[in-house]
Antibody
Framework: EVQLVESGGGLVQPGGYLRLSCVAS????????MNWVRQAPGKGLVWVSR????????RYADSVKGRFTISRDNAKNTLYLQMNSLRGEDTAVYHC????????WGQGTPVTVSS | DIVMTQSPDSLAVSLGERATINCKSS????????????LAWFQQKPGQPPNLLIY???TRESGVPDRFSGSGSGTDFTLTISSLQAEDVAVYYC?????????FGQGTKLEIK
């Protein structure tokens, strides 16, 4: 059974940082591109970032470019999102999702940026 | 960036009736090399992550009831629920995966009339 389990969210002050993790199981993690998608409270889905299967190619939404870094450790079946210089508008639930038509999603980890 | 626009924003349909949601992309998401439309539909219920319903604009994901169907090509797409069931109450999103950023529509809230 495919599972994606995110962790690392929490309450952080503006300008602070967090590192999100997503542990994958039930499939060959190293074969798939992976994404982060976020959803602010009561709002729609927003794509954040993508990484290819070996980590050599990444893409970011303009809203997070230069502040967020996506990475992966295929030996640990884990996807990461390093989030720096956090702003109030980054408050959201962050989901990791497999890029096979975005067919599997984790439950998400909530991030709140507030003083 | 490709902008995805859904219509309507909300929709109320009687049980057993047809529900139709439209999605328009700001540029074509039809690949000439593969002849495939890079368009997916998702269903999201409160407190849950999105659930993939349709990909390649019209291919139903495994396990999705056949009352859900997708159609369209190029820039105009439609999700149809042929006979609305109570469990179909949700927000529906279209998404293009033709090119990053992989943009979503704003969502359509589907309710029972």
């Amino acid at each position: 059974e495919v599972q994606l389990v995110e962790s690392g969210g929490g309450l952080v002050q503006p300008g602070g940082y967090l590192r999100l993790s997503c542990v994958a199981s039930g499939f060959t993690f190293s074969n798939y591109w992976m994404n982060w998608v976020r959803q602010a409270p009561g709002k729609g889905l927003v794509w954040v970032s993508r990484i290819d299967s070996d980590g050599s190619n990444t893409r970011y939404a303009d809203s997070v470019k230069g502040r967020f870094t996506i990475s992966r450790d295929n030996a640990k079946n884990t996807l990461y999102l390093q989030m720096n210089s956090l702003r109030g508008e980054d408050t959201a639930v962050y989901h990791c999702t497999r890029q096979n038509f975005f067919d599997y999603w984790g439950q998400g980890t909530p991030v709140t940026v507030s003083s | 960036d490709i902008v995805m626009t859904q219509s309507p924003d909300s929709l109320a349909v009687s049980l057993g009736e047809r529900a139709t949601i439209n999605c328009k992309s700001s540029q074509t998401i039809l690949s000439t090399s593969s002849s495939k439309n890079y368009l997916a539909w998702f269903q999201q219920k409160p407190g849950q992550p999105p659930n993939l319903l349709i990909y390649w604009a019209s291919t139903r994901e495994s396990g999705v009831p056949d009352r859900f169907s997708g159609s369209g090509s190029g820039t105009d797409f439609t999700l149809t629920i042929s006979s609305l069931q109570a469990e179909d109450v949700a927000v529906y999103y279209c998404q293009q995966y033709y090119s990053a950023p992989y943009t979503f529509g704003q969502g359509t809230k589907l309710e029972i009339k």
